[in-house]
């Protein structure tokens, strides 16, 4: 069966594309071969290099060991003076790179000959494996050491000896010298193995002898067993890949055996190291590729895409013109469109019921035709301007064929061809019904402004989302916000509530009715002016406003104006308690005040007293100068009292001319009668009063808690009655109560002490 065309484009596109990714994918192959075998020529040489330098340096060295080995068993070399004789056996290793100090030592370890000193160093080496392995018999020629840290120098060294025997062949001493690691780290030093590489150099049994980069902890390590290793004693010299032990990286390695000696060098480079300019490549082309490959399949499926829909085309126009002609028909309104002369090209069947003229009738002729002279004088300034560019929209009325009059809103679309008006479209819409509507909301909504604006509350509205509609005319005086100021704004912002105690931020009602959609209780608060501060102590309601499907669509919050009545209540609350001429606290307050008092005098095992003071001659003052005068000196006579006493005290007012000082809190009488001695001190000085003075005196009468009474009635009424003794006794004095059967103490600053003890 033949494909479609669509098909083969796409499955041509496919193969090409998998052409494009195979070429790509070769590419890649090769140049990762190629790096791979750059890296393998580079390490072979690089550690090839590494063998011929160290292995000049271990055969210099060993040569030097051999002289000295030879001239310690030559009895001409050994009758020289001890100056020659060191000139003859450490001559040609002085001239050896990298190397320290070369030692003999005797049988027993001992350093007796010193290649840098004329006088051996005295030090003992026969702890060390070189020396042991020459004890025991199990070595000879050279031998290579493990690496250590030199007993004389300290450096990190290599030693390298040999031994030499008498003529009986036993152990004659040991010829050890020391190649400093430090010379082959500034080998190793000079070549660049990228991130991860190391060079390392080990003895043949597996044993590292120095590393880079160099770490101290590693130096006499053994690796033997471990894969590497066992790849690098499996032959004098190779390459291969492998994961190293000590920190599990995977690398390329390149080894040789140093020469004929004990020794192995390997050049270790990072994988990752190697590969890293390769998948950066690697990447670059496989993307590359990609967006090739993902291009010659986009553009087959677009194409084919397109074909595809240059088919659907002609049927989607064909079936798009018959659904807006559909559509256009059925719409309630009139819909036309006339080309630049005014000429009909276009019109819906809305034109039968509002003109009489079927669209078909009505093609090509024009729209004075349609309209009649009149109605066409009346809209040609707006044909003429939309024929200019400029969109029209504006209202008419149109009698339709049956004589019904009808309300209607015409829009001229002009139809733009960049600057060029080809035509215009015109739509019709009857707007009766809605007409009627808005005369009929026009005038709930006038009844309701003039009922809102009447009553004596405030009345606030918002919508949904809390943003002001409306305030009637007491909400403006409340908030101080005019209408259209607070119109649009947060009603937070223009209904500024605080709590009752004005300590902080209330929560806003209305804004409660709106986050739980129902009615929200009447709540007490502050409303503070916008611009003076004034507050205003109000209740308020508020509702949420609903349409008729429960949707909310906005609140309505009514603030009743409750300062007078507040103010009225707070001063009848303190008009109970306080006395109306003096401001004093009255009797209820004071007996309040006691109860307090007495209970936490004896919780903390304290004392109370209570004063009973009455004004002498203030009868006569009231009866020749008048009640008012006498009010007047009660109002200053109050203020001298209180500015006498503590703040925790109390001075109150019983009535008339009596007062009764409350002193919770004290320890001991005299204190009680320094207050009484500063109370007579305050008072006696002369009262100004309307330009007269005034000169009155004061009776008093203390009484003590726990001594004189267990509760206010007792300490009262022996207070009582140590005033009248005081009045008896001459007036202008304070008296102590002492006992029912005792006269009360007089009260002086002069005899406190007497007062204590009686």
Avoid at 175 to 199: C, D, K, M, Y
Avoid at 208 to 228: D, H, K, M, N, W
Avoid at 230 to 240: C, E, K, L, V
Avoid at 615 to 643: E, P, S, Y
Wanted: charged share 25%; aromatic share 6%; net charge neutral.
């Amino acid at each position: 069966m033949r494909l479609p065309a669509t098909s083969r484009l796409i499955l041509l596109a496919l193969l090409l594309s998998l052409g494009i990714g195979g070429l790509f994918a070769r590419s890649i192959w090769t140049l990762r071969e190629e790096a791979w075998n750059n890296a393998q020529r580079t390490n072979t040489n690089l550690v090839r290099a590494l063998d011929r330098s160290i292995a000049r340096t271990m055969e210099a060295f060993d040569q030097s060991l051999q002289g000295v080995v030879e001239g310690m068993t030559d009895p001409r070399v050994m009758a020289l003076p001890l100056a020659m004789r060191n000139l003859a056996l450490f001559d040609s290793s002085l001239r050896v790179q990298g190397i320290g100090s070369i030692l003999v030592l005797d049988r027993a370890g001992n350093v007796v000959m010193d290649s840098e000193q004329s006088v051996p160093r005295k030090a003992n080496f026969a702890d060390r494996d070189y020396f042991k392995v020459f004890e025991s018999g199990a070595h000879t020629g050279l031998y290579v050491g493990a690496p250590v840290r030199a007993r004389l120098s300290g450096l990190n060294s290599l030693p390298v000896s040999r031994a030499f025997y008498d003529s009986d062949g036993r152990l004659a001493g040991v010829a050890v010298g020391t190649i400093r690691l430090a010379h082959f780290q500034s080998l190793f030093e000079e070549l660049n193995l990228g991130a991860g590489g190391a060079l390392n150099l080990f003895r043949a049994d597996g044993m590292i002898v120095t590393r880079y980069p160099f770490s101290e902890e590693v130096l006499g390590r053994s690796l033997a067993g471990t894969p590497t290793m066992r790849n690098m004693q499996s032959a004098r010299s190779g390459i291969f890949t492998g994961r190293a032990a000590l920190d599990n990286v995977e690398r390329l390695y390149a080894f040789r055996h140093v020469g004929d000696y004990p020794l192995m060098v390997n050049v270790a480079q990072s994988v990752d190291s190697i590969l890293a300019g390769w998948y950066r490549s690697a990447w670059l082309s496989g993307s590359f590729a990609l967006v090739l490959m993902a291009a010659c399949v986009g553009l087959a499926v677009l194409f084919a895409r397109e074909l595809g829909r240059r088919q659907e085309v002609s049927v989607q126009l064909q079936q798009a013109e018959h659904d807006m002609r559909t559509i256009l028909n059925n719409l309630p309104s009139m819909i036309g469109y006339w080309d630049r002369d005014l000429r009909n090209r276009f019109a819906n069947n809305a034109y039968v019921e509002w003109f009489g003229q079927a669209p078909g009738e009505m093609r090509g002729r024009h729209i004075r035709e349609l309209l009649g002279e009149e109605l066409y004088e009346k809209n040609r300034p707006y044909l003429e301007h939309a024929l200019q560019g400029h969109e029209q929209i504006f209202e008419r009325t149109i009698v339709d064929p049956t004589g019904t009059e009808r309300y209607a809103i015409a829009s001229y679309v002009p139809d733009m061809d960049g600057d060029e008006v080809r035509g215009i479209f015109v739509q019709v819409t009857d707007i009766t019904e809605r007409k009627r509507m808005e005369e009929a909301l026009f005038e709930e909504k006038e009844r309701m402004r003039l009922t809102l604006k009447s009553i004596g509350d405030a009345v606030v509205c918002t919508d949904a989302q809390g943003v002001v509609t409306y305030l009637n005319p007491v909400a403006q005086r409340l908030t101080g916000w005019q209408g259209f100021d607070a119109a649009g704004r947060n009603v937070d912002e223009v209904m500024r509530l605080v709590t009752p105690d004005g300590q902080a931020p209330q929560t806003s009602p209305l804004r409660q009715a709106l986050a739980q959609k129902k009615a929200v209780e009447p709540t007490r608060g502050v409303l503070l002016h916008r611009t003076s501060g004034q507050r205003f102590d109000v209740e308020e309601t508020a509702s949420p406003i609903t349409d008729r499907h429960g949707q909310i669509t906005g609140a309505v919050a009514v603030l009743r104006d409750v300062t007078e009545s507040v103010a009225m209540a707070e001063r009848m609350a303190h008009l109970a308690q306080y006395d109306v001429l003096t401001d004093l606290p009255n009797r209820v307050l004071l007996q309040d005040r006691a109860r307090q008092a007495l209970a936490h005098a004896r919780r903390d095992k304290k004392s109370v007293a209570v004063m009973y003071i009455d004004l002498d001659g203030f009868k006569q003052i009231n009866d020749t100068l008048g009640h008012d005068m006498g009010d007047k000196l009660l109002v200053q006579l109050a203020k001298r009292l209180t500015g006498a006493v503590r703040v925790s005290d109390t001075v109150c007012r019983q009535g008339g001319d009596e007062f009764v000082v409350m002193l919770p809190s004290i320890d001991t009488a005299e204190q009680a009668c320094h207050v009484a001695n500063k109370i007579m001190a305050a008072c006696s000085p002369a009262y100004v009063i309307n330009d007269q003075v005034l000169s009155v005196g004061l009776s008093g009468g203390i009484a003590l808690f726990p001594q004189h009474g267990e509760n206010f009635d007792e300490l009262s009424r022996h207070a009582d009655a140590a005033m009248y003794a005081a009045k008896t006794a001459g007036r202008r004095q304070f008296r102590l109560y002492a006992g029912a059967d005792a006269q009360p103490v007089l009260v002086t600053q002069g005899d406190v002490q007497a007062v204590e003890n009686s």
